[in-house]
């Protein structure tokens, strides 16, 4: 038996009695194994091995355990214990982890304290800008024309049908270790899969975004409404923003069945001028129908498995692999299920990212504020200013100096020390020079 | 039969019912689990009773995308490391599993014992993880944050000292 010809390395025949070859690697490695005497002396070696192992039996748990455990359940309902952030870790800590943890917090806040004067000015430099807003000297908003959001879906193609053949593969091998049933099994799975490509007609998740300018608002506002209902579509949800000086808006999404999105957009643009507009069309045919044949998939393995359970009977160990397997399964599905179902909902339903701002006419007929308004509304928001300052300076040095005193601790020595050098360098120097 | 995430699904919305049959599943395995691994009792059944208590604490957290299982199981192992941390400080030495267990058990169990204590500790750990605690070389991987390939050819390893080791220390049967 010459290595190099060797179809299967030792780990493979190991891998193979775990159950974790794919089926067409374990039948494989069956067929191997009957004309292959090494790897038939190697198998019967680690199964002797993995049944001497289980004579390191274990007493069986106190029932006190049960009893404070289940207390603790009952005591502490989910909803009631707060969420902890222990979140399981790798095994190898080192436990000189603190240290990290230490340096990175002092880096931080050194950063904070970099970070904090210049955002203080700057929110110093809001509080001011806002307050000219209010006193009626700043020019109407400008209106910039929207982002345009767009959904985006990786389509997976490839992938997605090698994780279907990774999971139907997956699936098998406990089959296949109660019976030569992995074979049969994966035809099955793969005649379904076949079966579920034949899905007619391409499913296509369509976005469009617009903007649209109106000069009634209002009118715009309620004719939209009765658009979408006129149209069994919905809001998937809705702004309206009506800043001071400045022209409201509203942005909405909105979800029509898909067949009436043009018709909706048309009318969409009658209701202004239209400022943007973007459509876009992703084709998701290949992605759902990778979903369903890999649900088609699942389902049949389910079934197989249900059914191994009912008729077979094995080792004990031998049926809870399949139970575990058909949990798995069962999750599988289940997850399937709903990224179908939300595929499903995307492609009926078209969503638009609408965004309707009004011309905004600067109002003549309000007759600018007197002399005596303005001088006032100066004077409220100057003293506002001055208060603000003081709280937030009060704030900052809250913050802050808990880190400057660290910062100072740690500077402190240094500092000392450099001006001693320079006292006694200064002392050392002639007077005379010095003038 | 619901999976055991259905389980944990059904008790983070408020059934204590759900909990209780998911405690049945693993009790006993997750106390073998500890037991195997630590000397003295009384800290597995500690340990096993601190593992389901962080798994009521987290379960707000918990998210079925991955398997219960491995989450149980990644808790285990990380109090399992914390334990023998402390252990390791407390009695000043390298803390570890092969600490002679209580002499109640058998002439086999013990050679078994003495045997598996003997490998190197991450081949053991992958060995007793694939052998007691029945786990997918997937799911080991991910419960120790190894790659699969490393969790294969170390589990061959292992199971190869491991023979060599019952060979050479296989008990007089007959005698006694």
């Known amino acids: 038996m010459e290595p190099t010809t060797h179809p299967f390395d030792r780990e493979d025949v190991m891998a193979y009695l775990d159950g974790e070859l794919t089926p067409e690697r374990a039948a494989a490695a069956a067929a191997h194994l009957e004309q292959c005497a090494e790897c038939r002396a190697l198998a019967a070696s680690l199964r002797s091995l993995s049944s001497q192992l289980p004579q390191w039996e274990v007493e069986m748990i106190p029932p006190a355990v049960e009893q404070n455990v289940l207390d603790a359940a009952k005591e502490k309902p989910v909803a009631a214990v707060a969420p902890e952030t222990n979140r399981p870790e790798p095994v190898r800590q080192r436990p000189v982890r603190w240290l990290l943890w230490g340096s990175a917090v002092t880096v931080a806040a050194l950063f904070l304290i970099a970070v904090s004067v210049p955002n203080m000015l700057r929110s110093r430099q809001a509080v001011r800008l806002a307050g000219q807003q209010t006193t009626g000297l700043s020019a109407p908003m400008p209106t910039t024309p929207p982002s345009a959001p767009r959904r985006e879906f990786v389509i997976e193609g490839q992938t997605a049908q090698d994780k279907a053949l990774a999971e139907s593969r997956t699936v098998a091998p406990a089959a296949g270790s109660l019976g030569k049933l992995g074979d049969k099994l994966n035809a099955n799975a793969h005649a379904q899969a076949s079966e579920a490509t034949r899905q007619p007609g391409p499913m296509i998740v369509r976005t469009a975004s617009l903007a649209v300018l109106t000069k009634e608002f209002d009118a715009a506002r309620a004719a939209l409404e009765n658009l979408v209902k006129a149209h069994q579509g919905y809001f998937g949800q809705l702004n309206v923003a009506a800043p001071a000086g400045a022209g409201r808006s509203l942005t909405a999404t909105v979800r029509v069945p898909a067949a009436q999105l043009d018709g909706v957009l048309v009318e969409l643009r009658k209701l202004g001028r239209v400022e943007q507009e973007n459509q876009s069309a992703d084709d998701v045919t290949r992605q759902y129908v990778d979903l369903t044949a890999r649900l088609a998939n699942a389902r049949e393995t389910e079934k197989r498995l249900v059914e191994i359970l009912r008729e077979r009977t094995g080792k004990v160990a031998d049926v809870l692999s399949v139970e575990r397997e058909i949990a798995r399964t069962r999750q599988q599905i289940e997850q399937m299920d709903a990224e179908r179902k939300t595929l499903d909902s995307q492609v009926q339903y078209a969503s638009i990212d609408l965004r309707i701002t009004e011309e905004y006419k600067q109002s003549l007929e309000t007759p600018a504020p007197s002399l005596g308004t303005r001088l006032n509304n100066a004077a409220v928001s100057g003293l506002r200013d001055a208060a603000d300052l003081i709280v937030g300076l009060v704030l900052w040095l809250l913050g802050t100096v808990p880190s400057l005193l660290v910062l100072a601790a740690i500077l402190a020595w240094p500092v000392v020390k450099l001006i001693r050098w320079i006292r006694r360098r200064l002392a050392a120097t002639p007077v005379a020079a010095t003038h | ?176």
């Open chain 2, 1 to 176: 039969m619901s999976s055991d995430e259905a389980l944990m699904l059904e008790f983070q919305k408020g059934s204590t019912e759900a909990f209780t049959e998911l405690f049945h599943r693993y009790a006993q395995r997750l106390y073998g689990f500890f037991r195997r691994r630590l000397a003295h009792p009384t800290r597995a059944e500690e340990l096993t009773q601190d593992v389901f208590v962080a798994v009521l604490k987290g379960a707000t957290r918990y998210e079925p995308r991955a398997l219960f299982r491995t989450y149980l199981y990644s808790i285990a192992v990380r109090m399992l490391a914390a334990e023998r941390r402390k252990a390791g400080r407390e009695a000043a030495r390298e803390a570890n599993a092969a600490e002679p267990a209580q002499a109640a058990q058998s002439e086999t169990a013990a050679w078994v014992r003495d045997a598996v204590e003997r490998l190197e500790a991450t081949e053991r750990e992958i060995l007793m993880l694939r052998e007691y605690e029945e786990l997918s070389y997937e799911e080991i991987a991910e419960v120790l944050a190894i790659p699969v390939n490393t969790v294969r050819s170390r589990l061959f390893r292992a199971r190869m000292a491991l023979r060599e080791l019952l060979e050479a220390q296989r008990p007089r049967t007959g005698a006694a």
